[in-house]
Nanobody
Framework: QVQLVESGGGLVQAGGSLRLSCAASGRAFSTSLMGWFRQAPGKEREFVAAITWRGSSTYYAASVKGRFTISTDNAKNTVLLQMNSLKPEDTAVYYC?????????????????WGQGTQVTVSS
């Protein structure tokens, strides 16, 4: 059973940067897809970015493309989300999740293991 633990959230001013980490333990090779989602108060969970563990494929939501970068550190079983040029609308709880099928990477129902989330707050 995969377990995921996020870290790296915090408070930052608009235009600043944060790097989120997601440490995966008990990873099975069948868990090939990793994603980041976010949820703001009163809103549905929103897809942010996805990557394969080998890092050969990445995909971003239009709202973060060009500002966020997802990557993996296979030696540490860690998925990273580098967030630059942050905006107040990026404020949310950020979750990492593991799934299987790349074709369904934007659908939260594809992911069967979720971390506890980390709060990101961007002040204007």
């Amino acid at each position: 059973q995969v377990q995921l633990v996020e870290s790296g959230g915090g408070l930052v001013q608009a235009g600043g940067s944060l790097r989120l980490s997601c440490a995966a333990s008990g990873r099975a090779f069948s868990t090939s897809l990793m994603g980041w989602f976010r949820q703001a108060p009163g809103k549905e969970r929103e897809f942010v970015a996805a990557i394969t563990w080998r890092g050969s494929s990445t995909y971003y939501a239009a709202s973060v493309k060009g500002r966020f970068t997802i990557s993996t550190d296979n030696a540490k079983n860690t998925v990273l989300l580098q967030m630059n040029s942050l905006k107040p609308e990026d404020t949310a709880v950020y979750y990492c999740a593991s799934g299987r099928y790349w074709v369904r990477r934007e659908n939260p129902d594809e992911y069967d293991v979720w971390g506890q989330g980390t709060q990101v707050t961007v002040s204007s």
